[in-house]
């Protein structure tokens, strides 16, 4: 490219801001024709496919993430996988053209690998892709490192895994301490020329500097691809320590690392916007869903080469093959009406809580993302109240409190809370979780006591 090229021409190039979806690397249909990989062809209701560009794997752009798997009580009262209606929903997916699937040890308390493992068996293995990870947070030692990552294949019955990753990685000095001193990376590269892990790669939660360091081992490791959290709202406005994705994915794109892309919902929180916003959002596009538009916009990227989703109900997964068969991609009109969007959100304060449960369980019981997620959502119904001089004060008052309590059991609210801060060093979105927990607990006081 020319170097006087203008940013919005290389953003063009690179098939982010595109008009239309003709500059994207996108293949859309189990019998498209895949002669040029960074043509568009749309096939009628199937869906969409993108090539690695490296190993010519055809990904669904769809892909199911495994951390949400339906739960039931089991005889002993324990939440334990609903496998039965587990194994529907891969069914319906593996049946509207989705391939990939992503897992981890540590997913529903250990139980995600196994229930995937079982649901994907049913299935001949050359219709789908695997992936999985070393979740070595709390003991990186070689011996339990070796151990988890053994357990994954038995839990999978599988013999080889297609996707492995090294679990959230934020820089030099955790990807030193869990995968370099312990002699596991050296291990896994060896995994990788024996064919028992066909691609390699990392998911990244941290700053600029952090991705940064972990690009310049590219030369050394050659990952085959990276896991990003990317959507609408982090593409410019990242919260906390994170970097923005728009930042990520030209990093990628400049080395031709495909990405996988997790939290295209941000934990849920765009598919439950404000009133006003979700009204924007259908009066721009009536037959489309509000999740729609945060799954378009993920997808768009040329380097994408998948979207991972956790769907636990049958209508998601539904909504979502919907949105991808095939992948209309955004145009550039549509990405500056989502940055307005952005815009306007700010104005209503949610947790950067996305329930992914790293930071459960609680040594002191309290469940943490029920509380977060409890008060994002009365923030977007409109139902906080400021003061008690408030119009909607005694409505939002009660609708508060009675929804709390149902929400979260009496012995697991937020007036349990020591700020021990046990939890914040496994939380990937960097909130400071006592802080938001003591603020809520001290909200509800006031309600309870009417003070506010």
Known sequence: MKENVSRREFLKAAGFAALGAGSLGIIAGCGGSTDNPTAPVEGDGEMTYRTHPQNGDKVSILGYGCMRWPMIKNEEGKDVVDQETTNRLVDYAIEHGVNYFD????????????????????????????????SNFSNYSRENSLEMYYKSFENLQTDYIDYYLLHSISGMDAFQQRYVDNGVIDFLLEE?????????????????????????????????FVQIQLNYVDWKHAGGRNANAEYLQQELDKRNIPSIIMEPLLGGRLSKVPDNIAERLKERNPQGSVAS???RFAGTPAGVLCVLSGMT??????????????????????????????????DYPTIPCNDCKYCMPCPYGIDIPAILLHYNKCVNAGEIATSSEDSNYSKARRAYLVSYDRAV?????AARCIACGECMAHCPQSIDIPKEIRKIDRYVEKLRSETL
């Open 103 to 134: 897992t981890a040890p540590v997913y529903l308390q250990g139980q995600s690998e196994k229930a995937t493992g079982i649901a994907l068996k049913r299935h001949p293995r050359e219709s789908y892709f695997i992936a999985t990870k070393l």
């Open 192 to 224: 990788r020329k024996a064919g028992r892990i066909r691609n390699l790669g990392f998911s990244f939660h941290g700053s600029t500097e952090g991705f940064d360091e972990l690009m310049a081992t590219h030369e050394q490791y050659n990952w085959d």
């Open 293 to 295: 538009w945060a799954f």
């Open 313 to 346: 109900y049958m209508e998601h997964l539904q909504d979502n093959v919907k949105t991808y068969s095939p992948l209309n991609a955004l145009t550039e009109n549509e990405l500056e009406f989502l940055e307005e969007t952005v815009i306007l959100m700010q």
């Open 409 to 413: 059991p009496k012995l697991r609210q």
